[in-house]
């Protein structure tokens, strides 16, 4: 049985290869010839199959089976090719002990037969080839398990076709869900993703160092470029950057943010309708500009409601639902008992909302009303049923993916722009108010 699946094998990759160049007659007469006995498939292959190739008829065919590479992708490795008879021969030991060598572009152009610069077209994005025969280079590729490498064409035409995706702080829901819109986006648009991930969850910072070591065709982030500096060495990279929610731009990078300063002036609108006399801040990391320009927003508000600034309290975390939660213990130790609160997001207002209840016994929306940024998953559980600014992530990743389009189609032109996404107040249970 052993030597049938071998002898099997063979005839299998005869019929293939066959197909491929559409040389029908040599197809059928394979198949005439495999009509008979698998058992005695072994011995005929000598006997009549090898001669039925080798006549006037199949010459040709035959040739390219022996000079093209009859012993490495037409035989399996219990096979070799032995020049002295003419003839497959089984070879045990070669089965245990032989590695077969990498499969070629050459090996894939003879077997589709076409030119070895089709097969690099075909693999090409941008290339100029026809559907039928990419059709034919795929085929042959798929029947060989060929696989392209990519660097001759990245050295040639100063492309990689590859994008690095910069990430941080996946504890926050917003930025896991980011990346996967973000690799999803880039892989429709036949670009490769390269993942690097940072300790920083705020900036670009920490990424610099690897950016600079791959030869990326562009970057693009959830993340913020935290300083001048740190903007000026990304420019000097020369290659598009597309990030999110940064208030630093310059040549080659470009930024869609969420419009955080206009949202925060619609929390304080709120807070003023529900008559919130002791509002609270709870402001995100200093460096996050995206939080500073909601907190900026909201105490605007509240100065345009002619509200008194210092009735006004600020707090601070670092995005973290566990410094949501210690900030209100910071405020029940300091004997302030607010009324409303904005949370920079909402991993720290979940926080909030359990440590009002836990540390001091007040019941979200009855004696304090809160609202979020993000609408993460968690704002619509019932345990929190939180008000909260949905950022539209999905709106966010398609204004970087123009961005990026726009920056790759200028190639060495250093482009730089800002496209701002209205953020949506999704109202829930803890600003409403009991009758």
């Known amino acids: 049985m052993r030597q049938a699946k071998d002898s099997r094998d063979v005839v299998d990759c005869l019929r293939k290869y066959l197909a491929c160049r559409d040389l029908n007659w040599q197809a059928h007469a394979v198949d005439t010839w495999a009509q008979g006995p698998e058992a005695s498939w072994p011995e005929r292959l000598s006997d009549d199959l090898i001669p039925l190739l080798r006549n006037s008829q199949y ?11 009859l012993k490495s992708w037409i035989l399996p490795p219990a096979w ?3 020049p002295a008879w003419g003839k497959p021969v089984i070879n045990r030991d070669l089965q245990e ?4 060598r990498a499969v070629t572009s050459i090996d894939v152009a003879r ?5 070895q610069s089709a097969v690099s077209r075909a693999f090409s994005p941008d290339a100029s080839i026809s559907p039928r025969t990419k059709q034919k280079v795929l085929a042959a590729a798929a029947s060989l398990g060929y696989r392209p490498n990519r660097i001759p064409a990245i050295m040639l035409s100063g492309r990689s076709y590859m994008v690095g995706v910069v990430i941080g702080g996946l ?9 996967e819109r973000l690799a999803t986006a880039l892989r429709e648009r036949g670009l490769q993703v390269l993942l690097m991930y940072v300790d920083d969850a705020l900036t670009l910072d920490s990424a610099l160092d690897q950016l600079l070591s791959y030869r990326i065709d562009a970057v693009v982030t959830s993340l913020a470029i935290g300083s001048k500096t740190v903007a000026r060495a990304l420019s000097q990279l020369q290659i598009p950057v597309v990030c999110f929610n940064s208030s630093l731009v310059g040549p080659w990078i470009s930024t869609v943010n969420s419009n955080n300063h206009g949202a925060g002036v619609a929390a304080a609108r709120l807070m003023v309708e529900r008559c919130v006399a002791r509002p609270v801040w709870l402001a995100g990391p200093g460096k996050n500009a995206a939080s500073r320009a909601r907190g900026e927003g909201f105490c605007q508000g509240l100065r345009e409601a002619g509200m008194c600034m210092t009735g006004l309290t600020r707090l601070r975390g670092d995005d973290t639902y566990d410094s949501g939660y210690d900030a ?5 130790k300091r004997g302030i008992r607010p009324n409303g609160i904005f949370s920079s997001n909402d991993m720290m207002a979940c926080g909030a909302i359990d440590a009002l209840r836990e540390r001091m016994g007040l019941i979200c929306p009855r004696d304090v009303i809160i609202l979020g940024y993000d ?13 909260s600014f949905d950022q539209h992530t999905d709106r966010m990743v398609t204004g970087a993916m123009e961005l990026l389009d726009e920056a790759l189609l200028a190639k060495d032109s250093p482009l730089s722009r800002t496209h701002v996404v209205d953020a949506q107040l999704i109202e829930r249970g803890s600003t409403t108010l009991p009758d």
């Open 59 to 69: 010459a040709r065919t035959w040739r390219l089976f022996t000079i093209g590479q």
């Open 80 to 82: 070799y090719y032995s």
């Open 97 to 100: 002990q032989a590695a077969i």
């Open 111 to 115: 077997l589709a037969g076409v030119s």
């Open 171 to 179: 504890e926050n829901p917003f930025y896991a869900t980011a990346l």
């Open 328 to 332: 209100i213990t910071r405020l029940w």
């Open 375 to 387: 609408n993460i998953p968690q704002a619509g559980w019932r345990s929190y049923d939180l008000t």
